[in-house]
Structure formats: structure tokens, C-alpha cells
């Protein structure tokens, strides 16, 4: 029987791109995002790889449209065998003008969402005999940048959650493991170039070079589709030894 993958944030990005490579592995796919065209989205992967999708718009920033969300993927597919935390937003700012509501927001979307949906996974992990969880942190969740409170200390926080729910699933046949990517070139992460760009007088490749890409030793975007390798990798049944850790595809960044 096809295990199933929910994916927060799965209809634009890193989460797009991780739940196409899930779908080509034969999984099944919960597709989830705040964008209208989600249902369209699951609708061409099921009809491109033959494996079965469902779309949730649920709103993360509420707990029970997280158990909703959970709860209908259950109903949809019987399982939530691999379980992917990646939805995240973000919000710059000095620590004296960073407004309150902002970090609420960041804190409940970047890191109380990923325990919710952990937790209302849990047991029925724990029932097959199975169960995966894996939590897009970033570099930020090891290293510190300016201006980025709440982003920096949820993905602080999100690693700190995975060590304990790498503890509390051990036995289980349940891991739950980090991914800490540097800069990817999101529409996100191209709508700051342009921003700084204009921002600074600098060219696009200028603020790539000086400003996004300054702290890694290898001047590249990282790939999504590693991200969505490595996904893999810990989402198999023979990863089960692996747990509890974070894995950096940071082009060096953390190494200085």
C-alpha cells in the first residue's frame, strides 16, 4: 500500500518541490497552502504520476483548522505516514520597531503549527508501527542574522522539537529529523532581491552576491530539489537509526 506524505506550505517553493518529489516516489499527497490554485495543482500531479492527492487551505495561525487539516487527510488517505513541516513566513525588522502581532504570527506559523501537527500525528504513527517527521528549519534555526527576532528563534525552536521528538519516537519506529537550508531561490527569496535592490542602488546580481549570499562559502542558491532529495532520505523505512538530527544544505555557512 502507497504511504502518504502531508506537506505544509506544498503549493509554491521548497514545499512544491518536495511534494512532486514525493508523488514521483509513488507516494500519496496531501497538498496544503493558502493559495487558490491548490486543487488544480494536486489535480495535474495526480494525473502526471498516478498517485492519489487532496488539497487543505487550512490556516495555520489556528489550531483547530491544524487538527481539521490533519483529520482530513486521515479521513482521505487512512494515514500520515510522513509528515513534512514546511510551511513558514517571515518579517524583518529591528528589535525596537518589531511589532508584537508580527512575532505571534511568525512563532504560531513557523513553530507552533509544526508541534499541533505533530502532536494530532502521533498516535497513529505510533499504531503502524511508522511514522516520519521532518521539519524544514534553515540555517537561521543554527545561526543568527540581524533584524530576524521571531524568525531566528522559531527556527531555534523548531530544532529543539525535533531533538525531543526524535527522543519520544524512539522505539516507536518514529523519527523526526531537521533540514537547514541557506538561501533558496523561492519567489519569496526574488522578491527581496528586487526589493534590495532597489532599496540599496545595487544590481540584482550585486545583492545575490554581497548581501543574500555573503555568509556562504559557496556563492550558489542551494537547489530546492536537494532539499527534496534529502527529504527522501529521511522519510525511508531504512532511515530509522536516523533521528533527532539537522542536516545543513548551507553552502558552508555554518563551517565559518
Known amino acids: 500500500m502507497s504511504k502518504t506524505a502531508l506537506i505544509t506550505g506544498s503549493t509554491s517553493g521548497i514545499g512544491y518541490t518536495i511534494a512532486v518529489a514525493f508523488a514521483q516516489a509513488g507516494y500519496n499527497i496531501m497538498f496544503h497552502g493558502l493559495e487558490e490554485n491548490g486543487t488544480k495543482l494536486a489535480g495535474e500531479v495526480t494525473e502526471k504520476y498516478k498517485v492519489k492527492t487532496d488539497f487543505s487551505n487550512a490556516n495555520l495561525m489556528h489550531p483547530e483548522e491544524i487538527e481539521k487539516l490533519i483529520k482530513a487527510t486521515l479521513e482521505k488517505f487512512d494515514t500520515v505516514d510522513v509528515l513534512i513541516n514546511n510551511a513558514g513566513i517571515q518579517y524583518v525588522s529591528p528589535v525596537e520597531e518589531f511589532p508584537l502581532e508580527k512575532w505571534n504570527s511568525i512563532i504560531a506559523v513557523n513553530l507552533t503549527a509544526a508541534f499541533i501537527a505533530s502532536k494530532a500525528v502521533w498516535a497513529g504513527m505510533k499504531k503502524n508501527g511508522f511514522g516520519r517527521i521532518i521539519n524544514i528549519s534553515s540555517v537561521h534555526g543554527l545561526r543568527a542574522s540581524e533584524f530576524k527576532s521571531a524568525y531566528v528563534s522559531a527556527k531555534h525552536g523548531i530544532i529543539g522539537l525535533t531533538k525531543v521528538l526524535g527522543l519520544e519516537g524512539a522505539g516507536s519506529n518514529i523519527t523526526c529529523n531537521a533540514i537547514c537550508p541557506g538561501y533558496v531561490k523561492t519567489p519569496l527569496v526574488e522578491g527581496q532581491i528586487r526589493d534590495q535592490s532597489k532599496a540599496h542602488g545595487l544590481s540584482e546580481e550585486e545583492v545575490v552576491q ?13 537547489p530546492e530539489e536537494k532539499i527534496a532529495e534529502l527529504a527522501l532520505f529521511l522519510a525511508a523505512e531504512n532511515s530509522s537509526a536516523i533521528t533527532g538530527s539537522s542536516y545543513t544544505l548551507d553552502g558552508g555557512w555554518t563551517s565559518q
Not at 210 to 222: D, G, P, S, W
Open 210 to 222: 554581497k548581501v543574500m549570499l555573503k555568509k556562504q562559502a559557496v556563492k550558489e542558491f542551494i
